[in-house]
């Protein structure tokens, strides 16, 4: 069976830095693009990066380009979102999700229950 | 914010039937493929309909999908009270090199 669990969160300070994680298992990770998903308390589901099988490519969001970082570890099966320069809008829940081809494109079909980022002062 | 729209609510009786629209361009919904999602209260999204109108299995044909030109649209039909949920679409953006998500659609069984 399929698992994602996301850990890391918490609250942080406006500017400063968070690490998130994601564990996987039930598959084999270095085989899927994996993505990170972020909503705001109340608000709709912002897609936030993604990343290659071996980490060789990633693409972000405008908003958090040059501040986060997506990367992962195949070693280790875990994925990472590094925040840093982190802001009030930042607040939200973090998913992980895998990203897999089904039919003709790639999809989120799983995802992890969320870790909470609070950026308050 | 978001470059898909969505109506913000819909409702019906059980067993009536529900469509939701999502709006966007010729740089996303236009030349990419569309996706659905379901969100539960509390919970994370699920996968719901994906290449425009394919089920996953394990999801009910009581949910539909449709594309046409740069607007998608999610269909449910014989509504049931385990349907409440926030839905959204989602694709690729060419231009922006970016998944975008809809701005999300709360279903209400009345």
């Known amino acids: 069976e399929v698992h994602l669990v996301e850990s890391g969160g918490g609250l942080v300070q406006p500017g400063g830095s968070l690490r998130l994680s994601c564990a996987v298992s039930?598959?084999?990770?270095?085989?899927?693009?994996m993505s990170w998903v972020r909503q705001a308390p109340g608000k709709g589901l912002e897609w936030v990066a993604n990343i290659k099988q071996d980490g060789s490519a990633t693409y972000y969001v405008d908003s958090v380009k040059g501040r986060f970082t997506i990367s992962r570890d195949n070693a280790k099966n875990s994925l990472y979102l590094q925040m840093d320069s982190l802001r009030a809008d930042d607040t939200a829940v973090y998913y992980c999700?895998?990203?897999?081809?089904?039919?003709?494109?790639?999809?989120?079909?799983?995802w992890g229950q969320g870790t909470l980022v609070t950026v308050s002062s | 914010q978001s470059v898909l729209t969505q109506p913000p609510s819909v409702s019906a009786a059980p067993g009536q039937k529900v469509t939701i629209s999502c709006s966007g361009s010729?740089?996303?919904?236009?030349?990419?493929?569309v996706a659905w999602y379901q969100q539960l209260p509390g919970t994370a999204p699920k996968l719901l309909i994906y290449d425009n109108n394919e089920r996953p299995s394990g999801i009910p044909d009581r949910f539909s999908g449709s594309k046409s030109g740069t607007s998608a649209t999610l269909g449910i039909t014989g509504l049931q009270t385990g349907d409440e949920a926030d839905y959204y679409c989602g694709t690729w953006d060419s231009s922006l090199s970016a998944r975008v998500f809809g701005t999300g659609t709360k279903v209400t069984v009345l």
């Open positions: 039930g598959f084999t990770f270095s085989n899927y693009w």
């Open positions: 999700a895998r990203e897999s081809l089904i039919g003709r494109d790639y999809y989120d079909s799983d």
């Open positions: 010729s740089s996303n919904i236009g030349n990419n493929y």
